[in-house]
């Protein structure tokens, strides 16, 4: 299993445009949730999708949006892009719901840098 | 509102020293504490969590609620124990968020 993926890997955009990421969660894994790292600081909670369905949101504006699919894949978007998105976002999966001690798997992130 | 506070930025041992890497929260419920790693060019991982109470690669963590941290520590460093290391705080809530610190950069010289 190559674990989480994300794409792309780097991402250049400029003000006012609007940004996808996309994850796959490890195989079997049901929750994806995103992560904002900002360059010195640690990650910080966006986005929990559990089953399809949001399952907690973290303290961002409306600009951020995010969905999950039957599959379990999942995309973040951002719309009206600021300089200050310009970061790390980080997805990681977990094996919620399946009857082990939850835990969550990171993918190597996507950086984006906004102009 | 919830936080996790990692006072060192960076910290720098020589090989065999003693490594303490400290975690204060504040959380009123009753949390779940991790850390994880990041070694260079690598994706953040699990190193480990306070309801396990194991040792990973010689790492141990306490939680001390009274004093409300989660440190870090190691008897005897190695080089390759050189990452970024995050302390993070999962809340007992419905859904899973982590909360997690700005983290301390591990500096191991030969």
């Known amino acids: 299993d190559a674990g989480v993926t994300q794409s792309p890997t780097h991402l250049i955009k400029t003000r006012g445009q609007h940004v996808t990421l996309r994850c796959s969660p490890i195989?079997?894994?049901?929750?994806v949730s995103w992560y904002q790292q900002v360059l010195g600081q640690g990650p910080q909670f966006i986005f929990q999708y559990y089953e399809k369905e949001e399952r907690g949101r973290g303290n961002f504006p409306d600009r951020f949006s995010a969905r999950q699919f039957p599959n379990y894949s999942s995309e973040l978007n951002v719309n009206a892009l600021l300089l200050g998105d310009s970061a790390l976002y980080l997805c990681?999966?977990?094996?919620?719901?399946?009857?082990?001690?939850?835990?969550?798997?990171f993918g190597p992130g996507t950086r984006l840098l906004v102009l | 509102a919830q936080r996790v506070t990692q006072p060192e930025k960076l910290l720098s041992v020589f090989k065999g020293a003693p490594v303490e890497l400290k975690c204060n929260y504040s959380?009123?419920?009753?949390?779940?504490l991790f850390w994880y790693v990041q070694y260079s060019r690598q994706r953040l991982q699990l190193l480990l969590r306070h309801i396990s109470r194991e040792s990973i690669k010689g790492f141990t963590a306490d939680l001390n609620k009274g004093e409300t941290s989660f440190h870090l520590k190691k008897p005897f460093a190695q080089e390759e124990d050189s990452a970024m290391y995050y302390c993070?705080?999962?809340?007992?809530?419905?859904?899973?968020?982590?909360?997690f610190g700005t983290g301390t950069r591990l500096l191991v010289s030969p």
């Open positions: 993070a705080l999962r809340m007992n809530t419905g859904f899973q968020k982590l909360v």
């Open positions: 990681a999966s977990s094996n919620l719901g399946q009857g082990a001690v939850e835990t969550q798997y």
């Open positions: 959380y009123s419920g009753s949390p779940e």
């Open positions: 195989s079997g894994h049901k929750s």
